[in-house]
């Protein structure tokens, strides 16, 4: 597998984080559930959400392929300590700030959820936040509805795991590692959105292992790709004012295969990215800067707007359309400034990583060699 160049693919996630901001704060701010503006809004919000996936294949793919050649049938610790550390200090922050705001929907300042449905805010509930575990009725639920693809985002890192396992494990360890892969699939396979994150998922772990290949490479690299790209992005654009739009997103077979389907151009996409040294790649690279608080700021924006949205209309501040409009400029302001002050605490997985290592090689879990110098 061979190495790539991360700038532009970082600004692609930076770039995809901002467009699923925007898109759930076009919806708070203007937009009826139902309406084609909500439908166009919820349409590039899972466009935004599709590619993470994918990027997520690409980069597991060379993260384990890295791992696998230094650690051999060993690498399942260093895995999961780079995930963990990664993924659980911003999602602890997300779910003590969607707790937050949930106190305070519960003790006077109603909230302008999507659904207006109650919610827990029990230690039961806070333990299944924390755990990506939680259920309807929960306050994560509830409030923080963008969380759904990053409980599939840790099923997609399992799968890999098991998948990876099977290819390089030992002896029994790889029937083991296959069985489990294919019991994770097959008991998610009626859930929703799980076949569609997998193939997603898989297509850019793909690019990412046989980027070698020049076929490929030339595809990527072709002039037509990006283009194309695009116009199968953008096609179901042209029936946002059908109505059911929203729900077929999510319900009809043939939708939810096109969208599985995507996952094919977006990956070779993805690899002329990593690969290129054209104008998109430099453009997308500008915005690679962004990333350092990208994470943070998906899990965390949703909360934060509905507060800044939900305040509004509690206090009667703001009226009209120019009010709505301040209003929304200022739920993106408030959740891009408090992402980035808070992804300097908590989206720093080498300290993170650090620590849970030398936890583990005192607990005698990992070896020593395991640990990162850096």
């Known amino acids: 597998m061979r190495g790539y160049r991360y700038e532009a693919l970082d600004g692609v996630r930076a770039l995809a984080a901002q467009v699923v901001l925007v898109s759930h704060g076009l919806g708070m701010a203007f937009f009826p559930v139902h309406s084609p503006g909500s439908a166009a809004a919820e349409w590039f919000g899972r466009l935004a959400v599709m590619a993470f996936f994918s990027l997520s294949g690409f980069v597991i793919a060379t993260s384990l392929g890295r791992l696998i050649a230094s650690e051999g049938s060993r690498f399942a610790v260093p895995y999961a300590v780079h995930r963990i550390a990664r993924i659980w200090p911003p999602l602890v922050l997300a779910i003590l700030v969607t707790f937050g705001i949930g106190w305070l929907g519960q003790n006077g300042l109603p909230l302008l959820t999507k659904t207006g449905d109650p919610y827990r805010l029990d230690l039961v509930a806070f333990l ?6 939680f259920a309807p009725g929960d306050a994560t639920f509830v409030i923080d509805r963008a969380l759904w ?29 296959g069985a489990m892969a294919l019991t994770l699939v097959a008991v998610t396979a009626e859930r929703f959105f799980y076949l569609q994150s997998l193939a997603l998922f898989c297509a850019g772990a793909a690019a990412a292992h046989f980027g070698a290949d020049a076929r490929l490479l030339r595809i990527a690299g072709s002039r037509w790709i990006a283009p194309a790209t695009l116009m199968l992005l953008a096609l179901p654009l042209a029936f946002v004012g059908a109505p059911g739009f929203i729900d077929a997103m999510s319900e009809s077979r043939l939708f939810l295969g096109y969208q599985a389907v995507l996952g094919l151009p977006v990956a070779v996409c993805l690899l002329g990215l990593a690969t290129g040294d054209g104008a998109a790649g430099r ?92």
Not at 128 to 133: M, P
Not at 149 to 171: D, I, N, T
């Open 149 to 177: 693809s990053l409980r599939q985002e840790v099923y997609l890192y399992a799968v890999a795991a098991f998948a990876a396992l099977a290819l390089a494990g030992r002896g029994p360890w790889r029937f083991i590692g």
């Open 128 to 133: 299944r936040g924390i755990t990506l575990t």
């Open 283 to 374: 453009l997308f690279a500008r915005s690679a800067f962004a990333a350092s608080f990208s994470y943070t700021l998906y899990v965390i924006h949703v909360p934060v707007m509905t507060l800044v949205f939900s305040l509004r209309a509690h206090l009667n501040l703001a009226p009209g359309l120019a009010g709505t409009v301040a209003t929304l400029l200022a739920a993106l302001a408030v959740a891009e400034i408090v992402s980035y002050a808070a992804a300097l605490v908590v989206e720093r997985p080498r300290v993170f990583r650090k620590l849970l290592f030398r936890l583990l090689t005192a607990t005698g879990v990992a070896r020593p060699a395991l640990a990162p110098t850096a």
